[in-house]
């Protein structure tokens, strides 16, 4: 017996040294393969980059907070779909050894993709400022500048058929990829448009430096230099694809990205739609604490939406802790008080019948005190907010609020305020709003954009540049100019077009004259996307057809490139080196 338990005991000690060996090769080849981020999420540790003081450090201009973290595997939409509908949702995915040692952070390449080439574009550190890391793009001289000025020109003089020579010449040239990705958009042709937006979210990713880490809370990019927009520009697109998914933890994730890497400036507006997202991933916490932390110094509740998320966060959080749901009315009751157009547009959204509205919520001269900037600002939250108030136990405490504030609203604290407020605060939308209503598209809201958001052409790969903007080199053709935001767009898009309907040129075998018009004040912007999706099917057509063919060509090919990138990393570097001396 003696013997046997000595046995057993030595069977046993082997099986743990086994086990252990194997998990020691398993962090081996995560260490030859993949990135910090994955080494730690199979470690399970938590990264001490996110164990930073919360808050905004006035001193430093540094925004910093653990409810900022980054899940890493939530910011590709594949991995969600497939938690959602299972491996069989997600078809036509690279196969073989070789695309399962990596981990893609965004997108996962398709094998129908052309084979990925040495293109020209790398990420490095820019500088360093007050424990921050400041990364940028850079453009090889010799390859990636020189058909980028190729692009500019066939943009920049509407050339559509330039456009696509040059992902034929490069298939996997970012702004043209981000170009075409809109069009097809517009033309209704969404698997298309999210197909090339992934190649270039791809492109990007694959050019990351080896310390540019998406968990950080510590790397910043420069939203002013030109070369870096691409990146926010297709983070912020793939985060309006995923939404219309329903891929909400992708979108959460990828919005928390997004901000981390500019929260000083905010380029996208993100903090117009995180809130939402967060509530769709209920994720209650984090608004709470989001405000709790930076309120004060970003004055979150003074934004309409998060004056409303935050009501609907802590009644739900009442609802788990089984508490009443007093502060949860006083928060909503102060947010209707403030913006009662809200209010107005969820009653009528759902029919809400609520008799009180006439005194306050539905009262005329108190939807005349909301700014044209204000109403924009509650009409998007309600587009991307209103099934939100369809639960009848928050439709119950969302009529009990309003009906309060409908009868005894003169008597509430900051009821004057609230007047001035949304007379005075509210004038005129900054940059980065019009930029992020501009790109979300949605027609109602849109349509209220000022005339100074359509004073040049708008490209489709860098919407409403800053001011500021600044690039090593400079593109050699000049930007055309347009009121008319139909016909600006147009005009990078189909060519020979002057933006004179009533010339009624053709342009590839199509009359524009039948479906463009000047647009006046009262409907110069919220048609220019609804005009953009009745344009003929030819140019779209030859768009395909010119994607299959490269596909056709990809598929010849198995693509070492795309995947085997330790074997190239050191030529992809020398070749960098050489094209930026």
């Not at 919220?526 to 768009?543: C, H, M, S, T, Y």
Request: with cysteine.
């Amino acid at each position: 017996a003696v013997v046997s338990t000595q046995s057993t005991g030595s069977n046993k000690a082997k099986k743990r040294k086994k086990k252990k060996k194997k998990k020691v090769e398993k962090l081996e080849t995560l260490n030859n393969d993949d990135d910090l981020d994955l080494i730690l999420s199979e470690l399970n540790v938590e990264p001490s980059f996110v164990k930073t003081p919360t808050g905004h450090d006035a001193a430093s201009g540094q925004f910093k907070s653990a409810s900022l973290t980054v899940i890493r595997k939530h910011l590709n939409a594949d991995n969600e779909l497939r938690r959602m509908f299972g491996r069989e949702a997600i078809e036509n995915r690279g196969t073989g050894s070789q695309f399962r040692k990596r981990s893609y952070i965004f997108a996962s390449p398709k094998s129908t993709w052309p084979p990925m080439t040495k293109f020209g574009i790398q990420m490095i550190v820019d500088k360093n400022v007050d424990g921050m890391t400041y990364f940028k793009y850079v453009h090889s001289k010799t390859n990636y500048q020189r058909l980028q000025q190729i692009f500019w020109r066939a943009s920049h003089h509407a050339d559509p058929h330039a456009v696509r020579q040059v992902l034929e010449l490069h298939p996997y040239h970012i702004d043209t990829l981000l170009h075409l990705s809109e069009v097809c958009r517009v033309s209704e042709d969404s698997q298309t448009a999210s197909d090339l937006l992934n190649r270039a979210l791809f492109c990007l990713e694959r050019a990351f430096h080896p310390n540019f880490n998406v968990a950080s809370l510590n790397c910043r990019m420069d939203y002013d230099r030109s070369e870096n927009r691409s990146l926010f520009v297709a983070l912020f697109r793939q985060i309006l694809f995923v939404s219309q998914k329903s891929c909400w933890q992708t979108a959460f994730e990828l919005a928390k990205l997004l901000y981390n890497i500019n929260p000083e400036q905010d380029p996208m507006a993100i903090l117009l739609i995180i809130d939402i997202l967060a509530l769709k991933v209920e994720d209650f916490r984090f608004i709470i604490q989001f405000i709790d932390e930076f309120d004060h110094s970003l004055k979150l509740t003074m934004l309409p939406n998060f004056a409303f998320s935050h009501s609907i966060a802590q009644f739900y959080k009442e609802v788990v802790e089984g508490l009443p749901h007093q502060i949860s009315k006083g928060l909503l009751q102060k947010a209707v008080l403030n913006y009662p157009m809200i209010a107005q547009l969820i009653c009528e959204k759902h029919s809400f019948v609520i008799e009180s509205n006439t005194h306050y919520v539905m009262n005329e001269d108190v939807l005349k005190s909301h700014t044209r900037s204000l109403t924009q600002q509650c009409k998007l939250y309600l587009e991307r907010s209103s099934d939100l108030w369809k639960d009848a136990k928050v439709t119950n405490w969302f009529k009990e609020s309003v009906d309060f504030v409908n009868l005894h609203h003169a008597t509430m604290p900051g009821y004057k305020e609230a007047q001035n407020r949304r007379k005075s605060v509210f004038l005129s939308p900054p940059l980065n709003v019009m930029r992020h209503i501009f790109i979300s598209d949605i027609s109602s809201v849109s349509a209220l954009l000022p005339n100074s958001a359509f004073e040049s052409t708008q490209d489709p790969h860098d919407p409403m540049p800053p001011p500021t903007s600044y690039s090593d080199y400079q593109p050699e053709t000049t930007q055309v100019h347009s009121g008319n935001p139909v016909m600006a767009f147009i005009n990078s898009l189909m060519p020979g077009f002057t933006g004179n309907p009533e010339d009624g040129q053709e342009v590839g075998g199509v009359d524009l004259g039948g479906f463009l018009h000047p647009i006046g004040e009262d409907n110069r912007a919220g048609q220019w996307g609804e005009q953009l999706r009745n344009i003929p099917g030819d140019f779209g057509v030859a768009l395909r057809d010119m994607l299959a063919n490269l596909y056709r060509q990809g598929n010849q090919d198995a693509m070492p490139d795309v995947v085997d990138e330790a074997s190239d990393s050191n030529d992809d570097q020398a070749v960098m080196e050489d094209d930026l001396d």
